[in-house]
């Protein structure tokens, strides 16, 4: 089992993924339909900067083998309602980090930093 496929199988747990927020006429956001994935998450108050400069307290990071951005949401467990706001422990991305894997340049983790307070 190569360095990758070793990281991959011990992100064990399920996450469902809200991705591609979009600002409607109305001024109110829609994501993509929710996306299960595996991730590990640990619950850990960090400081964070996000791209703008802002510092900001972090609860968690999840650790995921799909690219995550900014402003989209997590959550632990699975769920198929289509605004991540509704659901209770939904978590919001606040900064989002690519990390290459042990011996490879185009194999990557992405980390995401997440806003807990908002469950």
Do not use: C
Not at 39 to 59: D, I, M, P, Y
């Amino acid at each position: 089992m190569g360095v990758p496929n070793f990281i991959s199988k011990n992100l064990v747990q399920d996450l469902t993924h809200w991705a591609n927020p979009v600002t409607g006429g109305s001024g109110t956001d829609t994501f993509d339909a929710p996306v299960s994935i595996k991730a590990r998450l640990e619950e850990k108050n960090e400081v964070v900067v996000t791209h703008s400069g802002e510092e900001l307290v972090s609860g968690g990071t999840a650790i995921t083998a799909i690219n995550v951005f900014e402003g989209e949401y997590l959550y632990l467990g699975t769920s198929v309602e289509t605004d991540p706001r509704k659901v209770p422990g939904a978590m919001r991305i606040l900064v989002a980090t690519k990390i290459p894997q042990l011996r490879s340049t185009t194999d990557f983790l992405y980390r995401a930093h997440l806003n807990m307070d908002e469950q």
